[in-house]
C-alpha cells in the first residue's frame, strides 16, 4: 500500500534518543492530523517499540533505528526499521495479568501494550536480516496542517 505524506527520522539506535523518536511522531501525526485523542497512544507504543529495538534488539551494540510515518487511507502507519537480530514480536507471550503485581517480573510488559494500543501490528524480516515493524492506528483526519511539540 501507498503511504501519503510521509515522514522519515534515521538516527542511532541510543536511549537518550527517544525523547527525539516520541516528538518526531508526535509532529509528524499532528501534521498527517490524526485524531488528537490518538496521538498519545501512538506515541507510547513506538516510544515501547522504539526502546525493545535499542535494548533487546541491539543489546549495547551500535545500531540505527528507522522511523516512517504516514497515512495508508484513514490509517496512521508507522514503520520501524532497525539491523538487529530477527524478532518478531508475536512470539512473545502474554504476560499473566493474574499474578499480584509484586509477583511480577521486571518489564515484559512493552509488547502486550503496544497490541493492546494499536489496531494492527506486522512484523516481518527484512531482505538485509533486520526487522520492520508496522503499527498501525485508525482515526485519521484529513491532513491540513501540524503542531510542535512543547
Known amino acids: 500500500m501507498r503511504m501519503d505524506a510521509e515522514s522519515t527520522l534515521r538516527m542511532t539506535a541510543e536511549l537518550k534518543d527517544l525523547s527525539v523518536i516520541r516528538c518526531f511522531v508526535q509532529e509528524a501525526a499532528a501534521v498527517l492530523q490524526a485524531d488528537p485523542t490518538v496521538i498519545p497512544d501512538v506515541v507510547l507504543a513506538v516510544n515501547e517499540a522504539a526502546t525493545n529495538i535499542i535494548v533487546h534488539g541491539y543489546g549495547g551494540r551500535p545500531g540505527i533505528i528507522e522511523i516512517k510515518v504516514g497515512r495508508e ?27 499480584p503485581l509484586e509477583e511480577r517480573p521486571f518489564g515484559g510488559m512493552g509488547v502486550y501494550l503496544i497490541g493492546k494500543i494499536m489496531d494492527q501490528v506486522i512484523h516481518l524480516v527484512t531482505p538485509q536480516g533486520g526487522n520492520e515493524l508496522t503499527l498501525k492506528k485508525g482515526m485519521v483526519k484529513h491532513p491540513q496542517g501540524g503542531n510542535k511539540c512543547p
Open 73 to 99: 487511507g484513514d490509517s496512521l502507519v508507522i514503520r520501524l526499521r532497525d539491523q538487529a537480530p530477527p524478532f518478531d514480536p508475536n512470539d512473545v507471550p502474554p504476560p499473566d495479568l493474574n499474578l
